[in-house]
């Protein structure tokens, strides 16, 4: 499984992003898809995720702001990102789960300036 990950730049304070994640090669075995970050000095943590029957989970600090949402035909991911916060500054990564194995595409950096 192959991803490409798109959408990340720089935004204000209260902005809004959407980052985006193509899927190729094995996809019918693809079961969740979502979305890690990783800042500066810290942990790789889950923001969101979202399975083939589009069940979400999300982070507590994301809720209410952030959607995932996933389009099974065209392989694709998408993170909408909004009232977006200086802490929210890191890498994106996104992710496909195949049996239990992650993959993962290039991060992609969204930095939120204050």
């Known amino acids: 499984v192959q991803l490409q990950a798109s959408g990340g730049g720089l935004v204000q304070f209260g902005g809004s992003l959407r980052l985006s994640c193509a899927a190729s090669?094995?996809?019918?075995?693809?079961?969740?898809m979502g979305w890690y970050r990783q800042a500066p000095g810290k942990q790789r943590e889950l923001v969101a995720s979202?399975?083939?029957?589009?069940?979400?989970a999300y982070q507590d600090s994301v809720k209410g702001r952030f959607t995932i949402s996933r389009d099974n035909a065209k392989n694709t991911v998408t993170l909408q990102m909004n009232n977006l916060k200086p802490e929210d500054t890191a890498v994106y990564l996104c992710?496909?789960?195949?049996?239990?194995?992650?993959?993962w595409g290039k991060g992609t950096l969204v930095t939120v300036s204050s």
């Open positions: 992710y496909a789960e195949v049996w239990g194995m992650n993959y």
């Open positions: 979202i399975t083939s029957g589009g069940s979400t």
């Open positions: 090669g094995s996809i019918f075995s693809i079961n969740t």
